[in-house]
């Protein structure tokens, strides 16, 4: 079982490019990475998943190097409405039951 | 289209008692998984459903158990509840078997308080 590590909390200012690393050296061949966003009082939301390289959506990018013990996910121009809690999860191929939430990443968005 | 949709959203029991969460996944969803979310934790996995067998779980005690109907609606059921057991318990629906990693839906969760 893949473990991740995420820094606890990061500050950013409102049209600012923000990065979250998330560490996790024990990834298996199968496995892929996927980053959920949550606000208080409410369920996780998927952002964005990959496997290898990078992955482009609407509202973020995820870079993967080719050891893939890392990944990073990138949030463009944010806003005040980012603030929330970013989680790091990977999962194997053999059940996404597997799937393990970190505490994640408080971002905190200043105007 | 309606997401998942748990109820009740709040509720708040005393020790001892037992507890029934319900879930209604994504209409054509056959997957629900229930997750406890202590304040200031992650999600903590507890069960995974698929085509109404448990698939898989979490590292919680016996007294959490759970089923899903013919319909993929799901229960999840927690006796003999403790102190600890108060959470957010959150449901989440999946097109994926579980063979496979995919996009979890989560609903707006179960607000447990136990006295």
């Known amino acids: 079982l893949a473990k991740t590590t995420q820094p606890i909390s990061m500050d950013s200012y409102e049209g600012q490019e923000v990065n979250i690393t998330c560490s996790h050296n024990n990834i298996a061949t199968n496995d892929y990475i996927t980053w959920y966003q949550q606000f208080p009082s409410q369920g996780p939301r998927f952002i964005i998943q990959?496997?290898?390289t990078k992955v482009t959506n609407e509202v973020a990018s995820l870079f993967i190097p080719a050891d893939r013990k890392s990944s990073t996910l990138s949030l463009p121009r944010v806003s005040l409405s980012d603030t929330a809690v970013y989680y790091c999860?990977?999962?194997?191929?053999?059940?996404?039951?597997?799937?393990?939430f970190g505490k994640g990443t408080m971002l905190l968005v200043s105007p | 289209d309606a997401g998942v949709t748990q109820s009740p959203t709040h509720l708040i029991k005393t020790r001892g008692q037992h507890v029934t969460l319900r879930c209604s996944p994504i209409s054509g969803h056959k997957s629900v998984s229930w997750y406890q979310q202590v304040l200031g934790q992650g999600p903590q996995f507890i069960f995974q459903?698929?085509?109404?067998?448990?698939?898989g779980r979490g590292n919680f005690p016996d007294r959490f158990s759970a089923r899903q109907f013919p319909n993929y609606s799901s229960e999840l059921n927690v006796n003999a509840l403790l102190l600890g057991d108060s959470a957010l318990y959150l449901c989440a629906s999946s097109l994926t078997s579980g063979r496979s990693v995919g996009e979890l839906f989560f609903g707006e969760g179960s607000r447990l308080t136990v006295l």
């Open positions: 459903y698929y085509e109404k067998e448990e698939r």
């Open positions: 999860l990977v999962g194997s191929n053999s059940g996404y039951s597997t799937l393990t």
């Open positions: 990959g496997y290898k």
